[in-house]
């Protein structure tokens, strides 16, 4: 009976970009290496090309004949899926996670576990030889005609909340301004009106960001107007904890939470989910507003996840960024052209 390791990875420069897999199978008692796969999948998720790398690695422990399979991953949400410890939320992954366990259904015994990604270096050599042969789409140029009008958006974070001097999460938590927020949100207000007239004021739903707007509201004299698209994260169970509480209380969740943007937090909502509601809001504001100053009072997440969007850069950028409380950040949105980033994090 022949017992066998597979290791499998998949990437995608851009999430979604280029896209490829690969998987690696070893001989368990020798060590030696069996066979190899890697495919590219053209644009695509890492997720998906990571449920691509482990299919054909099943499919070629099949053909190998394979009676015992260990499947080592780097991909903690891959990994806890096909466990059956995760539930399988995004649509685009649910087939094939379904055809993984058919193909694992060949096996008379199979076993899934996590690998750091330095253990793994075979299948992602692999799965980067495969993406290097994707067609890369032309890069779009920052010319932009003269007479372009752009839509900007002025991203403010609010001011600082109690749970923000404690460094607590604070997701859905309806926190008010603490006295020194609310002297930001003052300072925030006068630092927006030099930087010229504001046709539109949008913000979070919750307290806190309703309180920063208000200054800019009663100078300026327009309506508050709510948008849910620009909450912060829902960071369920976590909310209100400080990081040590949360790494002591949930590890294993934590670490994968802080591996992959598709990980929500027990109860909460992962980063790939709120990319997705974030654009959605921002695409709305872009039609509804064309050509006109927008200020959106909203939170970390939300603002460098619009920040990660308007320069192209991957997932991974969210986690080296730093937001100040009470910072301004503009984006000139071109209809002839890519975003412009004009400014970041500018806490006066």
Known sequence: MRRVVVEAD????????????????????????????????????????????????????????AATVTVQMDSKLVVEQMSGRWQIKHPSMRPLARQA????????????????????????????????????PTPQTGWVPPDSTPTRLILLRHGVTEHTLAKRFAGRSDLALAPLGREQAERAADRLLRLGDIDVLLSSPLLRTRQTALPISTRTGLDMLPHDGFVETDFGDWDGH??????????????????????????????????????????????????????????????????????????????????????????????EGPATLRGFNDAG
Not at 13 to 21: I, S
Not at 295 to 300: A, E, K, L, P, W
């Open 101 to 136: 366990a058919e193909l694992a259904l060949a096996f008379g015994e199979i076993s899934y576990t996590w690998i750091p990604r330095e253990r793994n270096t075979h299948a992602d050599r692999l799965a980067n030889e495969a993406m290097d042969g994707v067609a890369t």
């Open 242 to 335: 400080t990081y040590a509480e949360v790494a002591e209380k949930w590890p294993t969740e934590l670490a994968a939470w802080q591996s992959d943007t598709a990980v929500a937090p027990p109860g909460g909502e992962s980063f790939d989910e709120v990319t997705d509601r974030v654009r959605t809001a921002r695409d709305e504001v872009l039609q509804a507003y064309p050509g006109k100053t927008v200020v959106v009072v909203s939170h970390v997440s939300p603002i460098k996840i619009l920040v990660r969007l308007a320069l192209d850069a991957p997932p991974s950028a969210l986690y080296r960024m730093f937001l100040s409380p009470a910072s301004i950040s503009v984006i000139d949105y071109f209809a």
């Open 10 to 65: 998949g990437g995608s420069r851009g999430n979604p970009g280029p896209a490829g897999y690969g998987a690696v199978v070893f001989d368990a008692d020798s060590g030696e290496v069996l066979a190899e796969r890697k495919g590219s999948i053209g644009i695509d998720t890492n997720n998906v090309a990571e449920y691509r790398g482990l299919i054909a690695g099943l499919q070629a422990a099949a053909e190998l004949g």
